[in-house]
């Protein structure tokens, strides 16, 4: 358990500082942007500058300076304002003529938190005086302490939960509570996690992002999705050894499922050679969704630990009793010595390098073992892995 929550504490504040550092990295492109933006005009135009800086850039029919939260101040050589932006009203920007082409955060007098950006207006080696540009950093503040009040509000519930979870499971006396855990958890855990992705993925839709706002989105999109993966395998895995989970079988074709996930596993790894061959007959009787989760797991298992340009191949057979999928790559094996410890939850034979906490392999055996079936693996180190399951059709 301690293992679990570390992994998540550190996937929080990893995803924190990511995104912090990001908006912080945006906040101050756009900085440098407008002051670069604004000497190429003066550059352009410097005997009109010179003439009214004040209607040079501030337009009375209004533009970009005058309609938003962009702070403009124009600066004489001896430091006198030559003109502002009207949104700074009767407030000024700091300024101080030892600190040019520097990047820092203020606070005005009025309690506004500014980022500023200094340059010195100059040209043909003649000093026309500064630029000093500015942009309230509220929101970009608002929005990261939001994002850390909802990350720790989730792996303090995620913790305190698996913290009774896992006592409930300890207590033979509890299964009645811990069933109503399991209840609790699912909706608990998935809720906030679901309402960031959910918010990021709104926001993404929006086209007036910049390319640096959207990689920062697309990043908070994916990795709440890997956490609510994460949640899922957990409380299956909680399920399945309390015996709380159950499948449920209807008749669906086998083939179909195998080709589907095969095609997703292909987009996720398209420099990998993967091969299918699949039976005429696949009427079978199981859990869909169960199998499902199977198939997934070793295929990302073998494509995963397989290098580029290698290959995996998937052979279906129909068998008078049943079904025997083999899943065959030619990665990195796996030594004979850790072959028993595979299927044993949160087990990992290359701990930290996978990317995931190891329960794949865990819940595929869970679910072949519910369907009556078996699974085998033969590997050898160097060469390649094949697991082979046997699934009765009914």
């Not at 009214?52 to 403009?72: C, Q, R």
């Not at 082409?101 to 100059?122: A, F, H, P, S, W």
């Not at 207590?171 to 909706?187: C, G, P, Y």
């Amino acid at each position: 358990m301690i293992f679990i929550a570390g992994i998540l504490i550190f996937s929080s504040v990893t995803l924190y500082s990511f995104v912090e550092q990001k908006l912080e990295q945006w906040v101050e492109l756009r900085l440098l942007n407008w002051a670069d933006n604004l000497l190429i005009d003066i550059q352009q135009a410097q005997d009109r500058f010179k003439a009214d800086p004040a209607n040079f850039i501030f337009s009375s029919t209004g533009n970009e300076f005058t309609s938003s939260g962009i702070l403009v101040q124009f600066m004489d050589t001896g430091g006198k304002i030559l003109a502002k932006s009207p949104n700074l009203k009767r407030s000024s920007l700091p300024f101080a003529a030892n600190e040019d082409d520097v990047l820092k955060d203020v606070e005005m007098t009025d309690g506004t938190n500014l980022k500023t950006y200094q340059r010195t207006i100059e040209f043909d080696d003649r000093k026309l005086g500064y630029l000093v540009v500015g942009i309230p950093t509220s929101q970009f503040h608002n929005a990261v302490n939001s994002l850390r009040v909802i990350l720790a509000i989730v792996m303090t519930c995620t913790i305190i939960i698996m913290v009774f979870g896992i006592n409930g499971i300890m207590s033979f006396e509890s299964i009645r509570n811990q069933r109503k855990f399991l209840s609790f958890a699912s909706h608990e855990l998935r809720t906030p996690i679901s309402v960031i992705s959910g918010h990021a993925e709104v926001s993404l839709r929006g086209g007036s992002l910049t390319p640096e706002c959207r990689e920062t989105l697309t990043t908070i999109k994916e990795e709440t999705d890997g956490l609510n993966r994460l949640v899922s395998d957990l409380l299956l895995i909680f399920r399945t050894q309390s015996g709380v989970q159950k499948i449920k079988k209807q008749f669906f074709n086998f083939s179909e499922l195998l080709a589907d996930c095969t095609s997703n596993i292909k987009k996720m790894y398209p420099k990998k050679n993967i091969t299918l061959n699949l039976p005429q007959d696949s009427q079978i009787k199981a859990d869909e969704g169960q199998i499902r989760k199977l198939i997934n797991n070793l295929l990302e298992n073998a494509a995963k630990f397989t290098a580029e340009n290698g290959e995996v191949k998937i052979d279906l057979e129909s068998q008078p009793s049943g079904f025997i999928l083999k899943i065959k790559d030619n990665g990195i094996g796996i030594k004979k010595e850790l072959q028993k410890n595979i299927f044993n939850a949160f087990y990992q034979v290359e701990q930290g390098k996978s990317g995931g906490v190891g329960l794949g392999l865990a819940i595929a055996k869970w679910v072949v073992d519910a369907h009556k079936g078996r699974i085998q693996i033969m590997s050898e180190e160097g060469k390649g892995t094949q697991f082979t399951v046997s699934i009765p059709k009914a």
